[in-house]
């Protein structure tokens, strides 16, 4: 089965350890998204359908019982915690947060840019639990002087001339009750290929952030001068690190028919990035002036929520819009900023529907 994109149709598969009907964007490593049909049917998305991106070739196996995490670098007790001491010694903390790709809708960028063509599936909304990243600094005791905190996942380059997966977040970020070290989404220990037994997750963060399979935890006395943090995921040189506001229709698809005059209710989702969503306002066509519409469910401040309104549709050709706004008051702009390594699509959604008498 394919799904007509753009940028090419698109190969659907259920082949992946763990997951249910997924995109296949790449195979080796695995690169899969979310039909965004997922998004219609709950606020949370279930982890069979739960997006993967990883960089690199190998990615091993890890048992839980082998699994060490070693905090290392500028501290006081460098330690090697099993998974066992991470949910026996510490407090278990749960978020409700979306992860998403700095490049999803990446496809939808118009000149075309290169890199994986997502939709707009490279995103995942979930009920994250583990343990605080600062309680375990905390623990370890970071010395004076410490300016950031840099995180490595297991997985390896088929070459060794390829830098290995690592992310740093500033001291004080790390420190943010938020920040999980964790080991459970939405009930479940993390599927494999997002990186069980242990990830970060960092709400309103780009999941560039969320280094799964997490190995070890260095504190650095100088910023990281890595390839994942000075040549990878940079807009103008500077990393891209927090999500803004992102709403979507999710009940209509592009070019539905509907009966001119016959209200219809209409749904989807928006989030605020890293801060909560105040409004959503949307209209029947872009011409027309923006109206509240209800937010009728929420995930909390970092999760999807659902918004809902009537639309009494006119005869013809239009353009329902939708567009959300986050309690930091930033808005989705008209148009998203084009930039060649395509990150941060965000602009206002333009659904085409026909009305018919
Ligand atoms: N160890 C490791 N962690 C990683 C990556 C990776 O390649 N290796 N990719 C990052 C990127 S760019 C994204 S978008 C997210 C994807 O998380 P997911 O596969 O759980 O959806 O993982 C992040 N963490
Ligand atoms: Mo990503």
């Known amino acids: 089965m394919s799904l007509p994109f753009d940028n090419g149709s698109r190969a659907l598969s259920d082949a992946y350890e763990g997951k249910g009907s997924m995109i296949v964007q790449r195979t080796r490593p695995?690169?899969?998204e979310t039909p965004f049909e997922v998004f219609d049917k709950g606020l949370i998305t279930p982890n069979r359908q739960h997006y993967v991106r990883w960089h690199l070739a190998r990615i091993p196996r890890i048992a839980a019982d082998a699994y060490r995490l070693n905090v290392h670098g500028h501290l006081y007790c460098p330690v090697s915690l099993s998974m066992e001491d991470l949910r026996r010694s510490y407090r278990s903390h749960e978020v409700?947060?979306?992860?998403?790709?700095?490049?999803?809708?990446?496809g939808l960028f118009a000149p075309r840019v290169p890199g994986s063509q997502?939709?707009?599936?490279?995103?995942a909304n979930a009920v994250w639990r583990g343990v605080r990243l600062g309680d375990v600094l905390r623990r370890v005791g970071i010395r004076p002087g410490s300016v950031c905190v840099r995180f490595q996942g297991l997985d390896e380059p088929a070459l060794p001339a390829t830098p290995t997966y690592r992310k740093t977040l500033p001291i004080d970020h790390a420190f943010d009750d938020?920040?999980?070290?964790?080991y459970e989404v939405n009930g479940?220990?993390?599927?494999?290929?997002?990186?069980?037994?242990?990830?970060?997750?960092?709400?309103?963060?780009?999941?560039?952030?969320?280094?799964?399979?997490?190995?070890?935890?260095?504190?650095?006395?100088?910023?990281?001068?890595?390839?994942?943090?000075?040549?990878?995921y940079l807009l103008n040189r500077v990393p891209v690190t927090r999500m803004g506001p992102r709403s979507f229709v999710t009940s209509l698809t592009e070019g539905a028919r509907l009966v001119a005059g016959r209200s219809l209710e209409v749904s989807g989702i928006a989030f605020g990035g890293d801060s909560?969503?105040?409004?959503?306002?949307?209209?029947?066509?872009?011409?027309?002036?923006?109206?509240?519409?209800?937010?009728?469910?929420?995930?909390?401040?970092?999760g999807f929520c659902r918004w809902t309104v009537r639309l009494?549709?006119?005869?013809?050709?239009?353009?329902?819009?939708?567009?959300a706004r986050n309690s930091k008051g930033e808005l989705q702009p008209e148009?998203?900023?084009?930039?060649?390594?395509?990150?941060?699509?965000?602009?206002?959604?333009t659904l085409a529907y026909e009305a018919v008498a």
């Open 30 to 32: 695995p690169v899969l």
């Open 96 to 106: 409700t947060a979306v992860s998403q790709c700095a490049g999803n809708s990446r």
């Open 118 to 123: 997502w939709g707009h599936g490279a995103m």
């Open 178 to 182: 938020d920040i999980l070290l964790a």
């Open 188 to 232: 479940e220990p993390l599927p494999h290929l997002n990186g069980f037994p242990l990830r970060l997750v960092v709400p309103g963060w780009y999941s560039t952030y969320w280094v799964k399979m997490v190995g070890s935890i260095e504190v650095l006395t100088t910023p990281d001068d890595s390839y994942w943090m000075t040549r990878a």
């Open 276 to 302: 909560e969503v105040t409004a959503v306002h949307w209209r029947a066509t872009a011409t027309d002036p923006w109206q509240p519409a209800n937010i009728t469910a929420r995930t909390g401040r970092y």
């Open 312 to 323: 009494r549709p006119e005869a013809g050709h239009r353009t329902f819009q939708v567009r």
């Open 335 to 349: 148009r998203s900023h084009w930039n060649a390594p395509g990150y941060g699509y965000n602009g206002i959604e």
